[in-house]
T-cell receptor, first 118, second 112 residues
Framework: GAVVSQHPSRVICKSGTSVKIECRSL??????MFWYRQFPKKSLMLMAT?????????EQGVEKDKFLINHASLTLSTLTVTSAHPEDSSFYIC??????????????FGPGTRLTVL | LAKTTQPISMDSYEGQEVNITCSHN???????ITWYQQFPSQGPRFIIQ???TKVTNEVASLFIPADRKSSTLSLPRVSLSDTAVYYC?????????????FGTGTRLLVSP
């Protein structure tokens, strides 16, 4: 149990285009999901907290207009990188926790999405 | 959020027991300690979680002293496939879904 998927696993796009990354909890419901980015040989950096049915909470320094987050259901959150530039190239990872009562508060992570902006 | 400190890297050989210690001096009363494993180009994988004393599952043990200011992840008889980065995190439970702050992690290299 507690499986989180991401789609796509890797994407290459041209500079200036927008890219959408999906994060799904496959066997549990999650009111809260988290989005991270990770540069090579570095640790995960939290970007934002995605709340079902409400606005996301962004970490300091993360542009909310550039990284659009939508949490439309209890099993799906999407991250859209708008007007992508080469410096946005990174490994994007989401995580989710089962709703209290269905399991622990442990966060389970998706497999990640490798974004390359040319 | 409690800050954690771990060794940057560790080396071991196949079949040995590996102990990775994490310091979290400012851990709060309601914080739990969770360890994750990450392979290159993959998301972190949950290993073990504990609050105090000792927790054991099929892959690892977690030792937490009485003052809870540190914890030790113990991997018995490591294999080459245990080469990965190991992260120690502390966060509260039952207080809402707290965001996790990842430290540097410990890069474990297991050699033949």
């Amino acid at each position: 149990g507690a499986v989180v998927s991401q789609h796509p696993s890797r994407v290459i796009c041209k500079s200036g285009t927008s890219v959408k990354i999906e994060c799904r909890s496959l066997d549990f419901q999650a009111t809260t999901m988290f989005w991270y980015r990770q540069f090579p040989k570095k640790s995960l950096m939290l970007m934002a907290t995605s709340n079902e049915g409400s606005k996301a909470t962004y970490e300091q320094g993360v542009e909310k207009d550039k990284f659009l987050i939508n949490h439309a259901s209890l099993t799906l959150s999407t991250l859209t990188v708008t007007s992508a530039h080469p410096e946005d190239s990174s490994f994007y990872i989401c995580s989710a926790s089962p709703i209290r009562g269905e399991g622990t508060d442990t966060q389970y992570f998706g497999p990640g999405t490798r974004l390359t902006v040319l | 959020l409690a800050k954690t400190t771990q060794p940057i890297s560790m080396d071991s050989y196949e079949g040995q027991e590996v102990n990775i210690t994490c310091s979290h001096n400012n851990i709060a009363t309601n914080d739990y300690i969770t360890w994750y494993q990450q392979f290159p180009s993959q998301g972190p994988r949950f290993i073990i979680q504990g609050y105090k004393t000792k927790v054991t599952n099929e892959v690892a043990s977690l030792f937490i002293p009485a003052d809870r200011k540190s914890s030790t992840l113990s991997l018995p008889r490591v294999s080459l496939s245990d080469t990965a980065v190991y992260y120690c995190l502390v966060a509260g439970r039952n207080t809402g879904f707290q965001k996790l702050v990842f430290g540097t992690g410990t890069r474990l290299l297991v050699s033949p």
